[in-house]
């Protein structure tokens, strides 16, 4: 079947709910009821066409219920999927994410089938930034490493001494800082997570001007409308603007949101982040009441299941990085991954 060619939507079936009963009640108050009945069967033909294929599903924390509890065999934040890809044994690895995560994984599994189910979905921090750029922010500050938050093309990695996510980017920049015996760093391209790597580290930031679409649009006022009015406690990532980081009781990745959540186990919390992770996160803490704001993501969101049913029959749109930008886009990823996880409160 030619990549482009809308696979049939499989029939739903009485047997499917009896066999699927554990994960609808487990998605029972995340979907609207009406949603299940059409899930179901993408949902039964992916996992089977999954095995047939000897694929494994990773799906990142943004990604929508269905997908995420349904048909995802590893699920987690940026850094989870990367180190994921690279300890993968599958042949065939279909990422539930941005394109950015896609080509990541390519680049740490080089000889495995990477495939994404849009290969439209993107970021706009990704987006906000060329490998240009990154060499003229060398020549305007000589001696300055250059720390790239992961949510960048390959291009841009591979102009990098070191790629982070969120979940280590302090520790990045200050490993990075010390390494170069440089007294600033260049850090690039989220200002708004810049901002909190200054906060918490105290070395200077050269920063970029790059925004995440869907962070960005979250106030300080939302934030204190839903400590106030609902009493909740407040959660942000730190890709959201300055003023909701300072409102906020604690800024984190997307994995230390659910260890804040686990430690601190609040009566009503609202996570300042992408809609589907605090769907996500609700069936781990079924006693915490989740209130919004929360964003969605339209890039996250392209990926549905009868995309992911689709590439997956048809093997179609495989990410491929050129492989002289992989080996050195590589090498900024192995220095992120040998710091791994380093999460601060
Ligand atoms: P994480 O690194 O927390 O997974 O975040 C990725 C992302 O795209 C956040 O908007
Ligand atoms: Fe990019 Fe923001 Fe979407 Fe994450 S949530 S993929 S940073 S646009």
Redo the contacts with the bound molecule.
């Keep these: 079947m030619p990549a482009t060619q809308a696979p049939a939507a499989p029939r739903w079936r009485p047997e499917l709910e009896a066999q699927y009963a554990e994960l609808g009640a487990r998605l029972e108050p995340l979907l609207p009821c009406l949603e299940w009945p059409l899930h179901l069967p993408w949902i039964d033909a992916i996992n089977r066409l999954k095995r047939e294929r000897g694929a494994v599903i990773m799906a ?3 990604q929508s219920p269905e997908i995420f509890h349904g048909v995802a065999d590893i699920t987690g ?3 989870a999927l990367a180190q994921a890809a690279g300890d993968c044994e599958a042949e065939v690895i279909v990422l539930c994410g ?1 394109h950015f995560m896609a080509e990541t994984a390519k680049i740490l599994a080089p000889h495995k089938t990477v495939l994404i189910p849009d290969p439209e979905a993107g ?1 706009s921090l990704a987006s906000s930034i060329t490998a240009e750029d990154v060499r003229q922010l060398r020549r305007q500050h000589p001696g300055a490493p250059v720390v790239s938050y ?2 960048t093309s390959a291009a841009v990695k591979a102009e990098s001494d070191a790629c982070c ?3 280590n980017a302090a520790r990045m920049v200050e490993a990075m800082a010390a390494e170069h015996g440089a007294d600033k760093v260049i850090f690039l391209p989220d200002a708004f997570l810049g901002y909190h790597v200054a906060q918490q580290t105290g070395i200077e930031l050269v920063l970029w001007h790059g925004r ?1 679409e ?2 960005e649009q979250f106030t300080a006022q939302q934030a204190r409308h839903a400590r106030e009015r609902f009493n909740a406690r407040l959660v942000a ?1 730190p ?1 959201c603007p300055p003023e909701v980081q300072e409102e906020a009781d604690f800024v984190g ?3 230390a949101m659910g260890a804040w959540l686990e430690k601190e186990k609040p009566e009503r919390v609202a996570l300042i982040t ?1 809609c589907s992770m605090a769907d996500n996160l609700r069936t781990r803490f079924p006693q915490v009441e989740f209130i919004k704001p929360c964003n969605l ?1 339209p890039h996250m969101k392209r990926i549905t299941l009868p995309a992911i049913h689709d590439c997956l029959s048809t093997l179609g749109h495989e990410v491929q990085v050129p492989a002289q930008m992989a080996v050195r886009a590589r090498a900024a990823l192995e220095r992120m991954l040998a710091v791994g996880r380093h999460d601060r409160a």
Excluded: G, I, K
């Design positions: 990142h924390s943004y934040d940026s850094l941005v970021c992961v949510n996510t969120s979940a995440c869907v962070h990532h890709e990745s997307t994995t992408e993501c």
